[in-house]
């Protein structure tokens, strides 16, 4: 089960963005891979929490009380689905593939380490964070 916060503050997903940029930050890197794959799959943690984030302000600026938030991966797509993709439907697909990339192969597994991809997939979530909340990009 997925947790969130029970008070939301706008910026959140900006705010844990930063906070996977700064764990990556300070992670030794030998050519272009990283050497320690702990810092990297909780920036990668971090960055998934990032994109949950958003989704939870998206949906609370658009009537769902705190309650009603997601509260597990397929609660997430579903949201996605009927409040978010039904305008954009590449927004489920982008999600999906973020959710593998970051969640299953960069933290749960820890399989992501090269510095390149890491950095591929930050900037795709940062991306995807600011389709779901414009108005709150920093």
């Known amino acids: 089960m997925i947790q969130h916060t029970k008070t939301h503050t706008p910026g959140e997903a900006f705010r844990y963005l930063a906070n996977a940029r700064e764990i990556l930050s300070k992670s030794s890197i030998e050519g272009n891979i990283y050497l320690d794959k702990k810092p990297v799959r909780e920036a990668f943690g971090t960055a998934?929490?990032?994109?949950?984030?958003?989704?939870?302000?998206?949906?609370?600026?658009?009537?769902?009380?705190?309650?009603?938030?997601?509260?597990?991966?397929?609660?997430?797509?579903?949201?996605?689905?009927?409040?978010?993709?039904?305008?954009?439907?590449?927004?489920?697909?982008?999600?999906?593939?973020?959710?593998?990339?970051?969640?299953?192969?960069?933290?749960?597994r820890g399989l992501l380490t090269e510095t390149n991809a890491v950095k591929e997939y930050i900037k795709a979530t940062e991306l995807f964070i600011k389709k779901i909340i414009p108005q709150a990009a920093p």
């Open 48 to 108: 998934y929490l990032a994109i949950l984030e958003a989704i939870n302000e998206y949906l609370l600026e658009h009537g769902i009380s705190e309650k009603k938030l997601p509260k597990s991966v397929d609660g997430y797509r579903e949201a996605l689905q009927k409040h978010v993709a039904i305008h954009n439907g590449k927004l489920m697909r982008e999600f999906n593939s973020l959710y593998d990339a970051l969640h299953i192969a960069g933290y749960y």
